[in-house]
């Protein structure tokens, strides 16, 4: 199969389901970014020692790494609508049960990391089931506007709204963020369930087929796909350098740049905005350029960025150029989720979404020990400079899969299934 870069892109119509999923996603992010904020700040409350506060945001990461397979497969194998509604009534349950804890004086940093652990665990499932659900409410050719308005809607929700009202929330109380998200998980929870469609039909597991050998298949058929094999790798090759870059911009801006707390929030509102212009600029560009094209020219504007970054002492240059990354960051990710909807087997979704997500998130945790090793070695400034050099092999890994590669393999034959095998 040729590389898709079809530029013919229609809007998704908000009735058919859309509009609801939409819903469901925002109010879902809104409370996730209230979490977000939350959790550190009762953290500090509850200890003072560093490796403790930070093993909280380690549990985000871990769960994908020794779940996120497992996650895609089980989602290929069960009602995604029904997996997606559950999964969030439960998490809605807990965090209900977390904020009483709570609110009674009985929270501990190891009911934080327990909380975090399990609520990323749950989250491996409904994300790839997300992935695989989208498809079914709007048409292939809308696929790349359902995705861009999705990711704005949820940019907007956690980048701009969500973090902003947690001092409020908590001058009504310790356990009152908590509460709310518990609220918006459980309004996701009723809207998913509300939806009305129709599963897609999926061919009769082989005799013998096991949870192990389904992921098997997942693998197979990312690797034997070109241009989602490219796309893989250079995603992974990007989170190693976004583990850098994350894990010390505080440092850059407070220590290299000297500009405070204030210049911090300055460069992460400046990134969430050019996430928002990147959303959209999106279908315009995208549908001039193609998918892969596109990716190609956001890897090679972000690295552009990343040398500004850590090459240019000025925090007006820092914000000028998050808010570029976040736009072509935008433009990147919409492309990305939405070439895998369009190429991967439908019955095999979930599971080409999990290998895909779990291979690349595995490279976060390394680049932000990275980060921090070359920050201490060589300056506060290098840890972008190393992320543009991730950025620059992420690229390089992106052209062969420019070129046209041998049809997928069908999604019911012994190279897909495994039958052969089994």
Same mark, same amino acid.
Request: proline content about 4%; overall charge positive.
């Given at each position: 199969m040729a590389a898709v870069e079809t530029g013919e892109q229609h809007a998704p119509a908000w009735r058919g389901g859309f509009g609801r999923l939409w819903t469901a996603a925002v109010v879902s992010r809104f409370g996730d970014a209230v979490r977000g904020a939350a959790l550190p700040l009762l953290a500090t409350s509850l200890t003072e020692r560093p490796l403790l506060i930070a093993a909280v945001t380690a549990c985000g990461y871990l769960p994908w790494i020794l779940f996120g397979l497992l996650g895609g497969a089980v989602a290929d194998r069960v009602d995604q609508r029904r997996a997606m509604w559950t999964v969030d009534a439960v998490r809605g349950?807990?965090?209900?049960?977390?904020?009483?804890?709570?609110?009674?004086?009985?929270?501990?940093?190891?009911?934080?990391?327990?909380?975090?652990?399990?609520? %990323?665990?749950?989250?491996?499932?409904?994300?790839?089931?997300?992935?695989?659900?989208?498809?079914?409410?709007?048409?292939?050719?809308?696929?790349?506007?359902?995705?861009?308005?999705?990711? %704005?809607?949820?940019?907007?929700?956690?980048?701009?709204?969500?973090?902003?009202? *947690?001092?409020?929330?908590?001058?009504?109380?310790?356990?009152?963020?908590?509460?709310?998200?518990?609220?918006?998980f459980l309004l996701a929870a009723a809207l998913v369930a509300s939806l009305r469609i129709t599963a897609p039909e999926r061919a009769p597991r082989a005799a013998g087929s096991t949870l192990r050998r389904e992921i098997g298949a997942g693998l197979r058929t990312l690797w034997h796909d070109r241009a989602l094999r490219g796309l893989c790798a250079a995603t992974a090759l990007c989170n190693v350098g976004m583990?850098?870059?994350?894990?010390?911009?505080?440092?850059? *801006?407070?220590?290299?740049?000297?500009?405070?707390?204030?210049?911090?929030?300055?460069? %992460? %509102?400046?990134?969430?905005?050019?996430?928002?212009?990147?959303?959209?600029?999106?279908?315009?560009?995208t549908a001039g350029l193609g998918p892969l094209r596109t990716v190609l020219l956001a890897g090679t504007v972000q690295t552009a960025a990343l040398l500004v970054m850590g090459s240019v002492r000025s925090l007006t240059a820092l914000v000028a150029a998050l808010a570029v990354f976040g736009c072509m960051g935008m433009l990147w990710n919409v492309n990305t989720t939405t070439l895998m909807q369009q190429r991967a087997p439908a019955d095999m979704l979930g599971r080409v979404s999990s290998a895909f997500r779990t291979l690349a998130v595995a490279g976060a945790p390394l680049g932000a020990l990275l980060g921090g090793a070359v920050a201490t070695a060589w300056g506060r400034g290098t840890p972008a400079l190393l992320t543009a050099a991730f950025f620059v092999l992420s690229v390089t890994a992106l052209i062969p899969a420019r070129q046209p590669d041998v049809p997928v393999v069908a999604p019911h034959d012994d190279a897909t299934t495994g039958r052969g095998t089994r």
């Amino acid at each position: 199969m040729a590389a898709v870069e079809t530029g013919e892109q229609h809007a998704p119509a908000w009735r058919g389901g859309f509009g609801r999923l939409w819903t469901a996603a925002v109010v879902s992010r809104f409370g996730d970014a209230v979490r977000g904020a939350a959790l550190p700040l009762l953290a500090t409350s509850l200890t003072e020692r560093p490796l403790l506060i930070a093993a909280v945001t380690a549990c985000g990461y871990l769960p994908w790494i020794l779940f996120g397979l497992l996650g895609g497969a089980v989602a290929d194998r069960v009602d995604q609508r029904r997996a997606m509604w559950t999964v969030d009534a439960v998490r809605g349950l807990l965090m209900l049960s977390f904020a009483l804890a709570v609110a009674l004086g009985h929270a501990s940093i190891a009911l934080l990391i327990a909380l975090a652990f399990t609520l %990323t665990t749950l989250q491996t499932l409904f994300d790839n089931a997300s992935t695989a659900l989208l498809p079914a409410l709007v048409e292939r050719d809308a696929l790349a506007g359902a995705n861009a308005r999705l990711m %704005t809607g949820q940019s907007v929700a956690g980048g701009l709204l969500g973090a902003p009202v *947690v001092p409020v929330l908590l001058v009504a109380g310790a356990a009152v963020p908590f509460v709310a998200d518990a609220a918006t998980f459980l309004l996701a929870a009723a809207l998913v369930a509300s939806l009305r469609i129709t599963a897609p039909e999926r061919a009769p597991r082989a005799a013998g087929s096991t949870l192990r050998r389904e992921i098997g298949a997942g693998l197979r058929t990312l690797w034997h796909d070109r241009a989602l094999r490219g796309l893989c790798a250079a995603t992974a090759l990007c989170n190693v350098g976004m583990g850098a870059l994350i894990a010390t911009l505080v440092v850059l *801006v407070t220590g290299w740049l000297h500009a405070g707390t204030a210049g911090y929030a300055a460069a %992460t %509102t400046a990134y969430t905005v050019g996430g928002l212009a990147g959303g959209a600029l999106g279908r315009r560009i995208t549908a001039g350029l193609g998918p892969l094209r596109t990716v190609l020219l956001a890897g090679t504007v972000q690295t552009a960025a990343l040398l500004v970054m850590g090459s240019v002492r000025s925090l007006t240059a820092l914000v000028a150029a998050l808010a570029v990354f976040g736009c072509m960051g935008m433009l990147w990710n919409v492309n990305t989720t939405t070439l895998m909807q369009q190429r991967a087997p439908a019955d095999m979704l979930g599971r080409v979404s999990s290998a895909f997500r779990t291979l690349a998130v595995a490279g976060a945790p390394l680049g932000a020990l990275l980060g921090g090793a070359v920050a201490t070695a060589w300056g506060r400034g290098t840890p972008a400079l190393l992320t543009a050099a991730f950025f620059v092999l992420s690229v390089t890994a992106l052209i062969p899969a420019r070129q046209p590669d041998v049809p997928v393999v069908a999604p019911h034959d012994d190279a897909t299934t495994g039958r052969g095998t089994r």
